[in-house]
């Protein structure tokens, strides 16, 4: 089993800032990659960044130049900085967790809400 705890959503105004964090632990032998997607009302999940064991990172059009992924992997934990946060960042935000050979696992979510 693997276990998921997020941290860092809350409330925040347009403009301001929330770094999100994700700590991993369980039965992982190898961690091929870590991110975060997101759920707003009505919509599907999408991806918001991504990072590899390598480094290698990966963001949506929407966070591009706003968000920062980093990833610590001693402590098997990635954080997510957003930045010039808008209420159009309004959704539940979800830590992700893919293993080599064993696909991918999910947090419970955090809220993140953009007032205007």
């Known amino acids: 089993q693997v276990q998921l705890v997020e941290s860092g959503g809350g409330l925040v105004q347009a403009g301001g800032s929330l770094r999100l964090s994700c700590s991993a632990s369980?039965?992982?032998?190898?961690?091929?990659?870590m991110g975060w997607h997101r759920q707003a009302p009505g919509k599907q999940r999408e991806l918001v960044a991504v990072?590899?064991?390598?480094?290698?990172?990966n963001y949506a059009g929407f966070v591009k130049g706003r968000s920062t992924i980093s990833r610590d992997n001693a402590r098997n934990t990635v954080h997510l900085q957003m930045n010039s946060l808008k209420p159009d960042d309004t959704a539940v935000y979800y830590c992700?967790?893919?293993?080599?050979?064993?696909?991918?696992?999910w947090g419970q979510g955090t809220q993140v809400t953009v007032s205007s």
């Open positions: 992700m967790v893919v293993l080599v050979g064993s696909g991918a696992y």
């Open positions: 369980g039965s992982m032998f190898s961690i091929a990659a």
């Open positions: 990072i590899s064991s390598g480094g290698n990172t």
